[in-house]
Nanobody, 118 residues
Framework: QVHLVESGGGLVQAGESLRLSCAISGSAFRVNLMGWYRQAPGKQRELVAI???????KYGDSVKGRFTISRDNAKNTVSLQMNSLKPEDTAVYYCAADRLGIGSPDAWGQGTLVNVYE
């Protein structure tokens, strides 16, 4: 069974930075740790930054140039460096993984809250 454990969320002022991390707990065999999605109150879950099946990176339009995703395959971790945070970045951030090799996430972490104030 795969568990995704996120860390690094918190309360920050606009313009500041945060770094989120996600680690696989349990069997990581053939699990593709994809990256990050987020869900703000009253909104649908949206893509933030992921590694695609071709190992390229894909970013949501609203975070391009501010967020950077990275991965350590040896440690089975994926991280998200978030700079120049804005209040509209406030959301619960979820780590996502693809266990089936279909290129879409089918496993999620419990989420970590990022709260950005003016």
């Amino acid at each position: 069974q795969v568990h995704l454990v996120e860390s690094g969320g918190g309360l920050v002022q606009a313009g500041e930075s945060l770094r989120l991390s996600c680690a696989i707990s349990g069997s990581a065999f053939r699990v593709n740790l994809m990256g990050w999605y987020r869900q703000a109150p009253g909104k649908q879950r949206e893509l933030v930054a992921i590694f695609t099946t071709r190992q390229a990176t894909k970013y949501g339009d609203s975070v391009k140039g501010r967020f950077t995703i990275s991965r350590d395959n040896a440690k089975n971790t994926v991280s998200l460096q978030m700079n120049s945070l804005k209040p509209e970045d406030t959301a619960v951030y979820y780590c996502a993984a693809d266990r089936l090799g279909i290129g879409s996430p089918d496993a999620w972490g419990q989420g970590t809250l990022v709260n950005v104030y003016e």
